[in-house]
T-cell receptor
Framework: GNSVTQMEGPVTLSEEAFLTINCTYTATGYPSLFWYVQYPGEGLQLLLK?????DKGSNKGFEATYRKETTSFHLEKGSVQVSDSAVYFC????????????FGTGTRLKVLA | EAGVAQSPRYKIIEKRQSVAFWCNPI?????LYWYQQILGQGPKLLIQFQNNGVVDDSQLPKDRFSAERLKGVDSTLKIQPAKLEDSAVYLC????????????FGPGTRLTVL
């Protein structure tokens, strides 16, 4: 069945450092891919998405490219801020049937001033 | 636009007791989801509604969990009787329709079973 694997955390970075959080997936067909962010005490929020191969999703300085050849959707940001501290979830959605979401286990990011 | 509302935000119960969670999705959203998020894990889908019909409940432990979405708007999720392993955050999400590529999440209800 479909699955998502993301790098374990926590990831601790200094402010203005470069961020990469790895995400790989296993799926039949051509899923849509997502990054969601969860700030302390809040629900998940969509950060960015990509719906087909080679698409690049971007938002708030974060980017991720849908790589079908490597089945990956790595999250990157060139310069992190303290306010980026949160838990980041990679997810996929099948594009037929129930369009079910499968989430990764989450990666906690802590950015130090 | 108001977001997805959930209540209560926190609940502590003894094992074998029952508990209910409530969710009000974003107005006009036809699809509603309940997820269970155990500490250190990603959300796991329990049940998905399209209007007031069930689309997917394959991972709902039906011997103790039940959910309904009467009139296709609000939804309740019930656990009876609760077990220690049910301690988790229960997230409600909604989307415009099943095939719409974004789900909007509520703040969740943190359940502790003692």
């Amino acid at each position: 069945g479909n699955s998502v694997t993301q790098m374990e955390g926590p990831v601790t970075l200094s402010e203005e450092a470069f961020l990469t959080i790895n995400c790989t997936y296993t799926a039949t067909g051509y899923p849509s891919l997502f990054w969601y962010v969860q700030y302390p005490g809040e629900g998940l929020q969509l950060l960015l998405k990509a719906t087909k191969a080679d698409d690049k999703g971007s938002n708030k300085g974060f980017e991720a490219t849908y790589r079908k050849e490597t089945t990956s959707f790595h999250l990157e940001k060139g310069s992190v801020q303290v306010s980026d501290s949160a838990v980041y979830f990679c997810a996929l959605s099948s594009t037929s049937g129930t369009y079910k979401y499968i989430f990764g286990t989450g990666t906690r990011l802590k950015v130090l001033a | 636009e108001a977001g997805v509302a959930q209540s209560p935000r926190y609940k502590i119960i003894e094992k074998r007791q029952s508990v209910a969670f409530w969710c009000n999705p974003i107005s006009g959203h036809a699809t509603l989801y309940w997820y269970q998020q155990i500490l250190g894990q990603g959300p796991k889908l329990l049940i998905q509604f399209q209007n007031n019909g069930v689309v997917d409940d394959s991972q709902l432990p039906k011997d103790r969990f039940s959910a309904e979405r009467l009139k296709g708007v609000d939804s309740t999720l019930k656990i009876q009787p609760a077990k220690l392993e049910d301690s988790a955050v229960y997230l409600c999400a909604s989307s415009l329709r099943v095939s719409y590529n974004e789900q909007f999440f509520g703040p969740g209800t943190r359940l502790t079973v003692l």
